[in-house]
């Protein structure tokens, strides 16, 4: 396997950013997890060890959709309470294969307990349900209920300024679960037909030592690209499907089962000090009233601290960097110019107020790292693809598949996708688009949508290419590109709703075929069918386009989401609104020198990630993250404090026993995601049955 490693190595290492989703969440973990393996060679051998490959058909059960249903529904609410509190959420998809290992091992054993015979858990079906549970989730990560779905109602509408020109009068829609529902199901399904049309003609370039009978197998065998994400998930699957991996599982599931108990009962306790505005353990002044006020304290966020753990160390400390510059040194600064810089008789959350400084600035700071980024991974797979096709004829001997390659292949390519249809659904569905989208929104005319689905097996290929080179999904970046432009052509009437909607369309096109090529890769190194995957991806998709609009509304229902001094910030609907604002009226819709300071902060971003890629990399490794970094500008400090909680507990675990933390981290970090998630459900029912904490503990100066 050393002649495969070396191939393998011609791949860069992926950047660490918000959405990189390994095994081990420190600094180079998917080179240390996917390394350990080859990336193939022991996958394969383990595979190889678990006897016959079930059909596709063994492969979907009845208990797996009830254990992605359950899945995939807890997640929902996770990733919904992330989104609509920083707008910031690490990748899932380990977590969600250890839960499903979880649930579905605890589900035989129980049977067997009883005496019923059930058929043996696989690493086959571990995949699909994992496949289908990410599906689910994905949508209410993606679907734009913390951005530009929620954008579009009345209260954003109100923070964004009615007085701001773009920001029409009427220009806004107020959430409802029956458009929502439709709009989700008329463009999530798309993604994953997306690739086909483009496979077939890609797959007469590049040829195997075989003919592949399905075309998903060009990404996956004949690029060979690695997808770091899916191999991390493949690896633990693989992992514990194993008699070394069966211990190793118990263990991670005890540590998992130990803190969610902890971290839901946790939530349960602080719950009865929360009766009031500003008050319980959320709001306790760890570093004193005058840090609190400017959002610097430590809030027994355990989500958070989670995240942090699964998150990187620079993730981590570039949140804290960009906590520190906005309401350490700069959100002061500003607000002693009130009544020089802006009206001293307006309220701060006006946009024409420091409102504004914060929400333009950290929207320059995400533009400077998307649009490099968006430029870097499109230049980086044309040149890819044109190296490729130079060396197309050129068949060396390295490049000769070993036994485990060839069986994994054999494997992936035997169901083949019915390329009629692939066609036919991709056709059928863009009709029903381009039908349902106008008359859901008035402002999107129906030749917008066509153009959307014409290029999206082009945008969908570019991204999942730049996907398998990098693990960096661009959608969200597309979708900013078609938010302006959509915004500019529709003009000062419909500009700001038709941005917001093109937006949500061209990214939902594009990151499904992202996120199931990764999928794909998943189910590659666990022998996996192709074709039960994408009916997982469908049943998973179906899933989320109904559970998500519900989850969404419970909260929406519960708490006061969008008020950017309360809990439930969203910051991101505000951002995404004032984007489409500028897409309209351009730079007149900002305040007094703010254009001056977007101008050096999208500048800072630009150098920052240039100097991360042509820097020695001992070097380059230090330099934060620009688009972490903007985050706290708009939502706050104390969510990067508890995210840099769960990056120390990392450190020093490491520093303790470096093979205990490598095995346990991901499982105590998804147990006090989900028990503090999961605490949600009962808390929004008791908000919704006006139920209220008996207790408010809060503090004040005795002076």
């Not at 918000?18 to 997890?33: C, I, K, R, T, V």
């Not at 004829?393 to 996708?417: C, G, Q």
Request: aromatic share 12%.
């Amino acid at each position: 396997m050393k002649q495969g490693s070396r191939r393998r190595q011609q791949h860069p290492k992926p950047p660490p950013h918000l959405e990189l989703a390994m095994a081990h969440p420190w600094d180079g973990g998917a080179q240390q997890e996917s390394g350990g393996l080859d990336g193939d060679a022991e996958v394969g051998a383990h595979a190889r060890g678990a006897g016959r490959v079930p059909p596709w058909r063994e492969q979907l059960t009845a208990r797996g959709m009830v254990a992605s249903l359950a899945v995939g529904t807890m997640y929902s609410v996770i990733v919904m309470k992330l989104n609509l509190t920083t707008g910031l959420v690490p990748t899932l998809n380990v977590s969600a294969a250890l839960i499903a290992f979880v649930v579905l091992r605890g589900w035989t054993q129980a049977l067997a307990r009883l005496g019923v015979a059930a058929r043996p858990f696989t690493r086959q079906e571990n995949t699909v349900v994992q496949t289908c549970a990410v599906a689910c989730y994905s949508i209410a990560v993606g679907g734009g209920f913390g951005s530009y779905l929620l954008g579009l109602n009345k209260r954003t509408y109100e923070l964004a300024g009615e007085g701001t020109e773009g920001n029409v009068p009427g220009s806004y829609k107020e959430p409802g679960i029956a458009w929502m529902t439709g709009f989700l199901l008329a463009v999530s399904f798309v993604g994953i037909l997306a690739l086909i049309p483009l496979r077939k003609k890609m797959s007469a370039y590049f040829s195997f030592s075989q003919e592949c009978t399905s075309r998903i197998s060009v990404m996956i065998i004949d690029y060979k690209l690695t997808y770091p994400s899916g191999t991390a998930t493949a690896v633990l699957i693989n992992g514990f499907h194993t008699t070394h991996g069966d211990g190793m599982a118990k263990q991670q599931v005890n540590g998992f089962t130990k803190y969610f108990a902890i971290s839901f009962f946790w939530s349960f306790f602080q719950w009865f000090y929360s009766g009031g505005d500003n008050c319980g353990f959320s709001q306790f002044p760890t570093f004193g009233l005058k840090a609190w006020k400017q959002t610097f304290f430590f809030d027994f966020s355990l989500t958070y601290i989670g995240a942090g753990m699964i998150c990187s160390h620079l993730v981590n400390m570039s949140l804290l960097l960009g906590a520190l510059l906005s309401w350490g040194v700069m959100w002061p600064l500003i607000s002693d110019l009130k009544g020089d810089w802006y009206p001293a008789d307006i309220p701060e959350s006006s946009m024409r107020s420091l409102q504004g400084y914060k929400a333009f600035i950290c929207i320059a700071l995400i533009l400077g790292d998307g649009l490099y980024n968006f430029v870097k991974i499109v230049a980086f797979t044309v040149k890819s693809l044109i190296d490729r096709s130079r060396l197309k004829s050129a068949m060396k001997e390295e490049d000769i598949p070993v036994l485990d390659e060839i069986h994994r292949n054999e494997v992936f390519t035997r169901d083949s996708i019915p390329a009629w249809l692939a066609y036919s659904g991709y056709l059928a569905l863009s009709v029903v688009a381009v039908f349902a989208i106008p008359l859901m929104f008035r402002e999107i005319k129906w030749y917008y949508v066509v153009v959307a689905y014409l290029l999206a097996p082009a945008l969908g290929f570019c991204n999942a290419y730049g996907a398998g080179l990098t693990d960096m999904n661009m959608a969200y970046n597309y979708g900013k590109v078609a938010l302006f432009i959509l915004a500019a052509c529709a003009g000062k009437d419909s500009g700001v709703v038709a941005g917001l909607i093109g937006c949500g369309l061209v990214k939902s096109l594009v990151s499904i075929s992202a996120d199931l090529m990764q999928d794909f890769k998943t189910g590659h190194l666990t022998l996996t069918s192709p074709r039960s995957m994408i009916i997982a991806q469908a049943i998973g998709t179906a899933m989320g386009c109904v559970i998500a609009p519900l989850t969404f509304f419970l909260f929406y229902k519960a708490f006061d989401i969008g008020n950017p001094d309360g809990y439930w910030k969203a910051p991101y609907a505000l951002i995404y609104r004032n984007m489409a604002i500028l897409g309209v009226e351009g730079f007149s819709a900002l305040p007094l020198h703010c254009l001056q300071l977007c101008y050096g902060f999208f500048g800072f971003a630009v150098a920052a990630n240039l100097m991360r890629d042509l820097f020695p990399p001992k070097y380059g490794k230090w330099v934060p993250l620009p688009m972490a970094m903007g985050v706290p500008f708009l939502v706050g400090a104390s969510f990067a404090i508890d995210m840099c909680v769960g990056s120390l507990i990392v450190f020093i675990w490491h520093m303790m026993d470096k093979s205990k933390a490598a095995q346990m981290v991901p499982a105590v970090a998804s147990g006090l995601i989900c028990g503090d998630g999961l605490w949600i459900f009962p808390a929004s029912l008791l908000a919704l049955a006006k139920i209220n904490p008996p207790l408010c503990m809060a503090f004040r100066s005795t002076h």
